[in-house]
């Protein structure tokens, strides 16, 4: 009996779990969702089985049918690292930049928000009330674009 080639079929059921995951599970947490390191990892692990498989594949005993589904197998793994790659790095690249955003080091235009009591707060009045009897420095703006 002739045993089943585990490296080749894990290693496609990985790579397809790590191109799935990024869309519908690692984009709700932060850690995850700004670089795609996780799926990086499970795309490694997934090429490394895919080797092992591919190997182990076209060995000289092995049939063609095993050879031509383990070479699609292989090849759709690579495809899928691929075109998440592509999505993230390339196409992320192609988003438009904000012209009239703020730069660094240049002076923030003054806004007002609501503070946790429901109080409206603007940035120069920020920037004139003292703390601890000494004037501020500066204010740190933190821009957090999570969910509440």
Known sequence: MKRLNWQIWAGFVLSLFAALS?????????????????NLVLFAIALVLLFFGLRRAFKPDKRIVSKIFSSLAAAF???LIAGLLFVIFVMGSW???????????????????TDANNKPVTLAQLLTEPIDN?????????FYRGYW
Do not use: H, M
């Open 95 to 113: 988003l438009p930049r904000s012209v009239e955003a703020p730069q660094a080091g240049q002076k923030a235009p003054d806004f007002t928000l």
């Open 22 to 38: 990024y869309p519908f599970l690692f984009v709700r947490w932060a850690v995850t969702r700004e670089f795609p390191w996780a």
């Open 77 to 79: 793994g690579v495809l």
């Open 134 to 142: 000494q004037p501020p420095k500066g204010v740190l703006l933190i």
